[in-house]
């Protein structure tokens, strides 16, 4: 299943809150959000508006813009660690992706024809 963006944005937040050794409750003050709705945030519960996300930058001295890019670092590494899949998942699910798809032929293609025999040569001095 793919991070979702409020998910990497409230990851970026805590570690960005963590980092600075704030509280909940001073970045809450400073940025006039509740306690309860900046923990929801941090915890990929709530969907905060930009304008608020604005605010609690400030509140945390970061850009925005650079919020913004560690939560789409954390998503691109989640969607990298997604792409690392069993050995033989990965056909099982093109087969069933063939299968779907119906411009793929479900019958199986021909064989190919035999080659011809190929000539050894012995190294003879």
């Known amino acids: ?3 979702l963006l409020r998910e990497a944005i409230g990851g ?3 570690r960005a809150r963590t980092a600075r050794r704030r509280t909940l409750r001073e970045v809450s003050r400073r940025a006039r959000v509740s306690l309860g709705y900046l923990s929801e945030i941090e915890r990929g519960r709530k969907e905060p508006s930009s304008e608020l996300l604005a605010a ?7 850009s925005l813009p650079d919020l ?5 670092e954390d998503m691109a590494a989640a969607m990298r660690l997604q792409m690392i899949v069993p050995i033989g998942q ?8 063939g299968a779907a798809n119906p411009l793929v032929s479900p019958q199986p293609s021909a064989p190919l024809a035999p080659s011809a025999p190929v000539a050894r ?3 003879a001095a």
């Open 56 to 62: 609690i930058c400030e509140a945390l001295d970061i």
């Open 68 to 72: 913004v890019a560690s939560a789409a």
């Open 1 to 3: 299943m793919a991070v």
């Open 12 to 14: 970026s937040l805590r």
């Open 121 to 123: 040569v012995s190294a």
């Open 90 to 97: 990965r056909h099982a699910d093109l087969r069933i992706a």
